[in-house]
């Protein structure tokens, strides 16, 4: 069984809509490991983002959100390049 389409979209454009944790990404049985994978490499730019804006002064909370992300996406065996860094400060988490 798929995904349907339109969640499917949605969770690729805003993961966090769609589930409240990295962990039901991986426990989704109707994605396939690449899906997860781009899915939690979404989301952790958008957690990077946060980082950033946490870092300059704005105000919110930092949850640990992206170490689980990354933790996930470790789980599903896809390359995290942590010897490397972008030149933005999100360190140009590969896509």
């Known amino acids: 069984m798929q995904k349907d389409n339109a969640i499917l979209q949605r969770a690729m454009t805003d993961p966090g809509a769609v589930y409240a944790a990295p962990a ?3 426990e989704d049985a109707q ?3 690449a899906q997860k994978i ?22 919110g909370d930092e949850n640990g959100l992206l170490e689980s992300i990354l933790r996930g996406l470790e789980a599903l065996g ?14 140009g988490i590969p896509g």
Request: negative net charge.
């Open 78 to 91: 896809a390359e995290i390049d942590i010897a490397h860094t972008g030149a933005s400060k999100q360190h």
């Open 31 to 33: 994605l396939t490991t």
């Open 38 to 59: 781009e899915i939690l490499r979404r989301w952790a730019y958008d957690a990077s983002e946060t980082g950033v804006a946490l870092e300059e002064g704005m105000r």
């Open 24 to 26: 039901e990404v991986l």
